[in-house]
């Protein structure tokens, strides 16, 4: 975590299970969710891989308010239920199917979090 001036900068990374089934393993390119910057407000995030790439696009996941930033290819939206944010994104382009669905509940944190990332042929 930083702390900078406007919030917090987290990088979550998920944490391997311990399993003696290989199907329940987490891939390694698949728990890294991602940076996030909190602010009183907003959580945005970024997918870059490491601290120094944090040039790159960020979106926002998170918002008091709700927040829509759909466009042509990606679908990318904020929902407000009470004390939950709840942050989803898809795209359906042509050659690839992708699904996240990211749940934030206030005094908790991340209680959700799914993704599918599926090649269409």
């Known amino acids: 975590m930083h702390s900078l001036d406007f ?8 944490d391997q299970i311990h399993t003696t089934d ?10 890294h969710l991602g940076y996030f910057f909190v602010t009183p407000t907003t959580i945005y995030r970024s997918f870059a891989h490491v601290l120094d ?7 926002v996941v ?22 939950q944010r709840i942050f989803r994104s898809y795209n359906n382009s042509e050659g690839t199917t992708f699904y996240e669905r990211i749940v ?7 209680v959700h979090n799914s993704d599918l990332r599926q090649e269409r042929s």
């Open 62 to 83: 998170a918002h008091v308010d709700g927040h829509d930033a759909s466009d042509d290819d990606w679908n990318q939206y904020v929902e407000v239920y009470g004390n």
């Open 53 to 59: 790439d944090l040039n790159t696009e960020w979106s």
């Open 104 to 110: 934030w509940e206030k005094g908790r944190g991340i």
């Open 22 to 31: 290989p199907f329940d393993e987490i891939p390694a390119d698949r728990r």
């Open 7 to 14: 919030g917090n900068l987290y990088a979550l990374i998920l």
